[in-house]
């Protein structure tokens, strides 16, 4: 199994719909964070989490929000998708080592 | 705030050595990764730097200046499989030992044969 998992893979979603991203991983890292990814943009950060109970907004978090059920999960919602949302969305964890661990991502679609 | 610059795309010919450059500009700083993604993939980890020099691993190897807020990966012996996207990140210190990541906007090299 891998060590950070995204569900779902792809996701193609109408405008105005609410979507949830799902996270969860086995490293038991408390460090967790959602970054989106757009062509010539690169990765930037939408929300962070270093416990459970400690949410923070990052470069980017205007139309979304985040939930950190546990140490392991970490969801990433849309309320009301929008078509410049559709992006490549990347979970990632982050140990007491040097970098990130990044889950596979999640190609979202808004028509 | 933070400013990571690098290179758009590069190409560079099969065999060869190739060196992709990175500076920022960062307060707090606490160290320089590189991570290598291929396209529609997750990035993985190829290396850290926090203290200034060159770090090797294999074919790969890293170089940091903090005084001149600049940093180089350097390939050798270049593969196809090398094509990717290589991404420079900098970390730096929030504050109550709390730190994060930032990503530059990420090289495309191309390895042709």
């Known amino acids: 199994d891998a060590d950070v998992t995204q569900t779902p893979r792809n996701r193609i979603t109408k405008t105005g719909k609410r979507i949830m991203l799902e996270c969860s991983q086995t490293k038991g890292h408390d460090r967790m964070y959602w970054y989106r990814q757009d062509p010539g943009l690169g990765l930037r950060l939408i929300y962070y989490?270093?416990?459970?109970?400690?949410?923070n907004k990052g470069e980017i978090s205007d139309g979304y929000s985040v939930s950190r059920q546990a140490q392991a999960k970490f969801s990433l919602s849309l309320e009301s998708a929008i078509p410049n949302q559709t992006a490549l969305y990347f979970c990632?964890?982050?140990?007491?080592?040097?970098?990130?661990?990044f889950g596979s991502g999640t190609r979202l679609t808004v028509v | 705030g933070q400013n990571i610059d690098q290179p758009t795309e590069m190409t560079a010919t099969e065999g060869a050595i190739v060196q992709i450059n990175c500076t920022y500009q960062?307060?707090?700083?606490?160290?320089l990764f590189w991570y290598q993604q291929h396209a529609g993939e997750a990035p993985t980890f190829l290396s850290y730097?926090?203290?200034?020099g060159l770090e090797e691993k294999g074919r790969f190897s890293s170089f940091l200046s903090r005084s001149k807020g600049y940093s180089y990966l350097l390939l050798k012996e270049l593969q196809m499989k090398d094509s990717a996207s290589y991404l420079c990140?900098?970390?730096?210190?929030?504050?109550?030992?709390?730190?994060?990541?930032?990503f530059g906007k990420g090289t495309k090299l191309s390895v042709i044969p």
């Open positions: 960062t307060s707090g700083f606490n160290g």
């Open positions: 990140a900098v970390r730096a210190l929030l504050g109550a030992g709390s730190y994060q990541l930032t």
């Open positions: 730097n926090v203290l200034d």
């Open positions: 989490s270093f416990d459970v109970k400690d949410i």
């Open positions: 990632a964890t982050q140990g007491q080592d040097y970098g990130y661990t």
